[in-house]
């Protein structure tokens, strides 16, 4: 069993920083790479960052510049710095994990559950 867990969303005034988390755990071989997303209310759900094995970045047009995605390959966590948030940037952010299994050696792509962030004066 693989799980992924997020965490460090919360509430924050415009401008404001968060640092999320997510962290992946159990029988797990590698991961190739690990991706942020988010979903506000009544909108489809939007690729934020993702990083790869090389350390590799990406990033949506809309963070570009304001949010920084890291990894610490060693605790098969992620993490994604956000500054200068703003009320657009309010939804819940996922992350998935693109790994192999060490039980099967099969490659699948795990989700977490999600964390909110709150945007708001």
């Known amino acids: 069993q693989v799980q992924l867990v997020e965490s460090g969303g919360g509430l924050v005034r415009p401008g404001g920083s968060l640092r999320l988390s997510c962290a992946a755990s159990?029988?797990?071989?590698?991961?190739?790479?690990m991706t942020w997303y988010r979903q506000a209310p009544g909108k489809q759900r939007e690729l934020v960052a993702g990083?790869?094995?090389?350390?590799?970045?990406a990033y949506g047009d809309s963070v570009k510049g304001r949010f920084t995605i890291s990894r610490d390959s060693g605790k098969n966590t992620v993490y994604l710095q956000m500054n200068g948030l703003k009320p657009d940037d309010a939804a819940v952010y996922y992350c998935?994990?693109?790994?192999?299994?060490?039980?099967?050696?099969?490659?699948?792509?795990?989700w977490g559950q999600g964390t909110q962030v709150t945007v708001s004066s």
């Open positions: 990083i790869t094995s090389d350390g590799d970045t």
């Open positions: 998935d994990a693109d790994l192999v299994t060490s039980t099967s050696m099969g490659r699948y792509i795990y």
């Open positions: 159990g029988s797990i071989f590698s991961i190739n790479h």
